[in-house]
């Protein structure tokens, strides 16, 4: 297995003329969520182009910039990003050296305290700009959500696509 993406702190510049910046551990819809808001305001990069997405970190934050945390179950979050084979790059993402690179049984505990470490890292931001929301929570918070970024939470909640059932749940035996 060839090394994944290493995680490596953006520029600075990264951030400049966003109006926020969604983040999570990965596995828990951060992708539609930032599909949406896109639509509305400027947003970080929905494909990690801009290594914002999963910033294990918050950096040097602008004052203004808001952000949007998106949390979630552990266990989906791990069964959802080992389903689609991206368990190694996370761990690389999340800023773990040896992760892309562990069995899938010490992964495992390897990402478990990773997102445990970059929960702790966001929620250390002061100013009342950091919005925490669990992914089984998602779509009941969507008026928090515009409202948090200055959008019209009626108009946002009503255009949002639809909630389906998780692809990562365990199998029903």
């Given at each position: 297995m060839g090394l994944?993406?290493?995680y490596t702190?953006?520029?600075p510049r990264a951030y400049a003329g966003l109006d926020a910046v969604?983040?999570?551990?990965g596995g828990v819809a951060t992708t539609l969520l930032?599909?949406?808001?896109s639509k509305r305001v400027r947003v970080n990069h929905v494909?990690?182009?801009?290594?914002?997405?999963?910033?294990?970190?918050p950096g040097d934050l602008p004052?203004?910039?808001k952000v949007i945390f998106v949390d979630g179950d552990f266990e989906d979050i791990f069964r959802s990003l080992n389903r689609r084979g991206f368990l190694a790059e996370q761990l690389g993402k999340l800023g773990s050296a040896l992760g892309p690179v562990l069995p899938e049984?010490?992964?495992k505990e390897e990402l478990r305290s990773a997102v445990l470490r970059q929960?702790?890292?966001w929620e250390a931001i002061d100013g009342g700009r950091a919005l925490f929301v669990e992914f089984d929570n998602l779509w009941e918070e969507l008026p928090t959500i515009a409202a948090h970024v200055g959008l019209d939470p009626v108009a946002f909640t009503q255009s949002f696509p639809k909630r389906r059932s998780r692809q990562s749940q365990p199998e029903k035996a």
């Open positions: 994944k993406r290493r702190a953006p520029s969604v983040v999570s551990p930032i599909e949406e808001l494909h990690d182009g801009d290594g914002l997405k999963h910033r294990p970190t004052p203004q910039l049984s010490l992964a929960r702790k890292a």
